[in-house]
């Protein structure tokens, strides 16, 4: 038997909300929306009843973070019969789905390890964006002090190669009189 399939549109209609929230949520949240041979998407019950649960956690106040937490780490499912039922301990029972605002515990376990993961990534995400900064303050300055010391070594070689150039043409013009005779004297 194959399954229902429902247009955007129509499983915005049972959700009711516009299709750019089911759209946005599915992007948000990192859904695995299924999609057709041309590529568009269709919702299955399963999606439909996913997306009503989001709409419900929205409503008691949780943000798009927590709810994606919810939706991939699974939420607390508890064993619990129907009231006024007494069924045998070696049974296995129907589970029902109990949210995590039921049991205050619960609720600031699930909300100190989402903030503590929420403040980890955004200390990382900062020690990234730092480690880059300070690197590239780092190489203009060590570029600086390279450039520094190469025109310092080039102003020292120019000096050095000016008293060089000093002290030959003063031997040149020193073996210049040297050699030069002196008047009234033919050289032989």
Partial sequence: MEKVRYMISDAADI??????????WEEELDLAIPRNEMGHRYY????????????????????????????????V?????????????????????VSIMDDPEERMAQFRLLMSEIV???IAQNN????????????????????????????????RFQKLDMAIRSEIQKKRK???????????
Wanted: hydrophobic share 30%; proline share 6%.
């Fill in 15 to 24: 959700v009711h909300v516009e299709t750019h929230v089911l759209r946005y």
């Fill in 44 to 75: 299955t019950k399963e999606n439909i009843q996913q997306f009503q649960r989001i709409k419900e956690l929205k409503e008691q106040g949780y943000q798009l973070k927590a709810i994606r937490m919810m939706l991939h780490e699974g939420e």
């Fill in 77 to 97: 499912v508890h064993y619990q019969s129907a009231p006024g039922n007494q069924t045998p301990a070696c049974k296995p029972q129907a589970p029902q789905i």
């Fill in 120 to 122: 980890g990534q955004a």
């Fill in 128 to 159: 990234e964006a730092l480690g880059l900064a300070v690197g590239k303050e780092v190489e203009e300055r060590v570029l600086k002090e390279m450039n520094y010391l190469m025109r310092e070594q080039d102003a020292a070689e120019e000096e």
């Fill in 178 to 188: 040297w050699k030069l005779p002196k008047k009234g004297n033919k050289p032989k």
